[in-house]
């Protein structure tokens, strides 16, 4: 209805509005559950087949939608060439949901994270083949960034002397690994984790079953030592890894304040 003396907001040629990407691309229940999945742990297609219930096919059609929209990734696994694990591109994400929330109206912001409250820590092990790169790195990081509400640690399944370019790349990013050494996963048989985070797909295969049932989450990530550009392969591991501590965080807040509560 039109009101004499109000002006009124046309609406585009076409007639109406047309949703935003994230909402196009998201508002599926399949790729809904599809990124939920993915945001707790990259996966193979056959696992989302079985946590989805849903056919292969089906499943893979749906991830190469989300591909072609920039939402999940594909790398092939570092341990068996034949399978790949897709990862949820979380930053992305927020993006576009920002977006979305404002073209719906500029008042709607994402909800802050949870305040997090004092008590017991949550505790991450970190796992790699080596632990000399990747394991190494995401400990320093995620020791660095979450201080005392987080207890970090890592372990390999076959241990070498810590890369000096690991130590190089984060001491770019303020943590000293000059005095990490590598450690067995047997180091910490019978410690109880809240979380286990594999980012070798060759130990992801092997891990042992530890004790307390912890979350387990895999992150599908290169190994930079056998990257042919040295330094700068250890610099894009590291990117990578802030990345996703970042957004592990707000999950270990989420859950602190849930134990808090």
């Not at 109406?16 to 691309?25: A, I, K, T, V």
């Not at 193979?44 to 849903?54: A, D, R, S, Y």
């Not at 979305?100 to 796992?127: I, W, Y």
């Not at 070798?200 to 990530?221: I, N």
Request: charged fraction near 25%; glycine fraction near 12%.
């Amino acid at each position: 209805m039109y009101y004499p003396g109000v002006r009124h907001r046309q609406s585009p040629a076409g007639g109406g509005f047309d949703p935003p990407e994230f909402l196009r691309l998201a508002g599926h229940p399949l790729r809904w559950r599809l990124l939920g999945e993915l945001a707790r742990s990259d996966r193979q297609v056959t696992e989302l087949t079985e946590l989805t219930g849903k056919p292969q096919n089906l499943v893979s059609y749906h991830l190469g939608l989300m591909r072609k929209g920039g939402l999940v990734h594909g790398r092939r696994s570092s341990f068996d060439g034949r399978d790949t694990y897709y990862a949820v591109d979380l930053a992305r994400c927020a993006g576009l949901l920002a977006q979305a929330g404002g073209a719906l109206h500029p008042a709607l912001m994402l909800a802050p994270p949870p305040p997090q409250p004092d008590g017991a820590d949550v505790s991450v092990l970190f796992l790699c083949t080596g632990n000399s790169a990747r394991s190494q790195m995401a400990e320093g990081l995620l020791r660095s960034r979450g201080g005392d509400r987080v207890l970090a640690r890592s372990a390999g399944s076959h241990p070498k002397p810590v890369h000096r370019n690991a130590v190089k790349v984060m001491g770019e990013h303020g943590v000293d690994l000059t005095g990490a050494r590598s450690k067995h996963l047997d180091e910490f048989d019978g410690d109880r984790f809240d979380y286990v985070i594999t980012l070798c797909d060759k130990v992801r295969e092997v891990c042992p079953a530890l004790p307390g049932d912890p979350e387990a989450v895999h992150w599908s990530t290169v190994d930079p030592a056998g990257q042919p550009d040295g330094v700068a392969a250890f610099r894009r591991t590291a990117a990578e890894l802030a990345e996703r501590i970042g957004f592990l965080l707000h999950q270990l807040g989420r859950r602190r304040h849930e134990l808090g509560s």
